[in-house]
Structure formats: structure tokens, C-alpha cells
């Protein structure tokens, strides 16, 4: 796809968080509504999650839904090659 390294770890990081969002969803078993209630959203930003709609929020967004869902988020910074 022509990323650079920033790019594409900038794109894997949101990845991981986004799914980690749903599948904490999933988890709970909780319907699109639900889950926007307890997160504050409205469900369609639900439904972009489950779309894994990646363009559509912040590490630092996701980062406070996976707080709001009782999930710490802790990052691991080594040397680059």
C-alpha cells in the first residue's frame, strides 16, 4: 500500500485498539445500544467500531473507550532497526 514505518505503525496501533474495543463488547455481550450508552457515544460510532472503521478515531479516542471499559493500555517503545 506505500506506507512508511510511522504510517504503518501509527495503522496497526489503531488496529489494535479498535478491536480491542469490540471485542470487549463482544465480550460483555452487549447490543450496539448498550455499548454506546455505557461508552457515551452514539451507536453508529458503535457500528464504525465494529466496521473496524480505523480512519475514524485517535489512538487517544479509543484510548479512553478501552479506559471507559475498565481496560488499562499500556505501550511497549523499543529501538527502532
Known sequence: ????????SCLLLRTQLIREVKEEILKRKWTQVRAARELGVSQPRIAEIFALSIDKFSVELLIKY???LDKEVVFKIKKGT
Open 66 to 68: 478501552l479506559y471507559r
Open 1 to 8: 500500500m506505500g506506507y512508511t514505518n510511522e504510517e504503518g
